[in-house]
Nanobody, 118 residues
Framework: QVQLAETGGGLVQTGDSLRLSCAAS????????MGWYRQAPGKERAFAAT????????SYDESVKGRFTISRDNAKNTAYLQMNSLRPEDTAIYYC???????????WGQGTQVTVSS
């Protein structure tokens, strides 16, 4: 059974930093690209960042580029999202996603709340 557990969310002030973690179990971690998505209040879930199975490629939404960094540690089956210079508009539930790079398999975590106060 695949499980994704996000941790690291919380309440911070504008300009602060947070690091989210996504620990995966029940799968072969290197078979999956990983991504972070977020859902702000009253909005649809949106892409934030993604990283390839090897960690060799990353992609970011324009709204987080230069402030957020996605990474992964394949030895620990864990992905990270380092978030710097946080803004109130970054307030959202952040979800971890894994997507198998060679076939249709897609899993989501339960989400972690990030709230940035002004």
């Amino acid at each position: 059974q695949v499980q994704l557990a996000e941790t690291g969310g919380g309440l911070v002030q504008t300009g602060d930093s947070l690091r989210l973690s996504c620990a995966a179990s029940g799968l072969t971690f290197t078979n999956y690209n990983m991504g972070w998505y977020r859902q702000a209040p009253g909005k649809e879930r949106a892409f934030a960042a993604t990283i390839t199975w090897s960690g060799g490629g990353t992609s970011y939404d324009e709204s987080v580029k230069g402030r957020f960094t996605i990474s992964r540690d394949n030895a620990k089956n864990t992905a990270y999202l380092q978030m710097n210079s946080l803004r109130p508009e970054d307030t959202a539930i952040y979800y971890c996603n894994v997507r198998r790079w060679f076939g249709p398999a897609d899993y989501w975590g339960q989400g972690t709340q990030v709230t940035v106060s002004s």
